[in-house]
T-cell receptor, first 114, second 112 residues
Framework: ETGVTQTPRHLVMGMTNKKSLKCEQHLGHNAMYWYKQSAKKPLELMFVYSLEERVENNSVPSRFSPECPNSSHLFLHLHTLQPEDSALYLC?????????????FGPGTRLTVL | DAKTTQPTSMDCAEGRAANLPCNHSTISGNEYVYWYRQIHSQGPQYIIHGLKNNETNEMASLIITEDRKSSTLILPHATLRDTAVYYCIVRVGRNYGQNFVFGPGTRLSVLP
């Protein structure tokens, strides 16, 4: 599935660094999502954007800051992260409408915090 | 959203059909059944979804019982590349705010 792309695919950062994850969807969808997947744990929903407006924030620490400048792009800005934030970060998109809201996922960014 | 129950793991011989069950006994009338899979360290891949009727696409078939309390994902001719964790999810289709809750899934191992 190449409809949702994420960059970088791998990222290593120190606890004092600031970095950003980027997601782009080429499917014409109007909702985008950030998920976190820690080792041996199920996916956890972090943020939801619909029509570029944040509609859900699942008690995510403020060191994670999302940004959705338009319906095709989603960013996750990272600062002063902790080693326990090391995980696979997944972006997804979907189209509003009846008949279910299938989410399509990107390949993920593997983040390691030292 | 209704909770789902899946076996932790399953094995299947290459070339045979893989039948993955899912129980969702508390599903409500407007909740869809979705199946995704995740190959190690990759993003989840959408497979199929349905509401009441059985569904088939190029990847799999979805059989939903008449009372909708359980379903089965069928991979008709499993290959080694089908080895993955398979997630069964039920959710309401209408409200974008109600999102996918991924449980632990079923780890399918396709054996040569």
């Amino acid at each position: 599935e190449t409809g949702v792309t994420q960059t970088p695919r791998h990222l290593v950062m120190g606890m004092t660094n600031k970095k950003s994850l980027k997601c782009e969807q080429h499917l014409g969808h109007n909702a985008m999502y950030w998920y976190k997947q820690s080792a041996k744990k199920p996916l956890e929903l972090m943020f939801v954007y619909s029509l570029e407006e944040r509609v859900e924030n699942n008690s995510v620490p403020s060191r994670f800051s999302p940004e959705c400048p338009n319906s095709s792009h989603l960013f996750l800005h990272l600062h002063t992260l902790q080693p326990e934030d090391s995980a696979l970060y997944l972006c997804a998109s979907s189209q509003e409408g009846a008949g279910g809201r299938t989410q399509y996922f990107g390949p993920g960014t593997r983040l390691t915090v030292l | 959203d209704a909770k789902t129950t899946q076996p932790t793991s399953m094995d299947c011989a290459e070339g045979r059909a893989a039948n993955l069950p899912c129980n969702h006994s508390t599903i409500s009338g407007n909740e869809y059944v979705y199946w995704y899979r995740q190959i190690h360290s990759q993003g989840p891949q959408y497979i199929i979804h349905g509401l009441k009727n059985n569904e088939t696409n190029e990847m799999a078939s979805l059989i939903i019982t008449e009372d909708r309390k359980s379903s089965t994902l069928i991979l008709p001719h499993a290959t080694l590349r089908d080895t993955a964790v398979y997630y069964c999810i039920v959710r309401v289709g209408r409200n974008y705010g109600q999102n996918f809750v991924f449980g632990p899934g079923t780890r399918l191992s396709v054996l040569p």
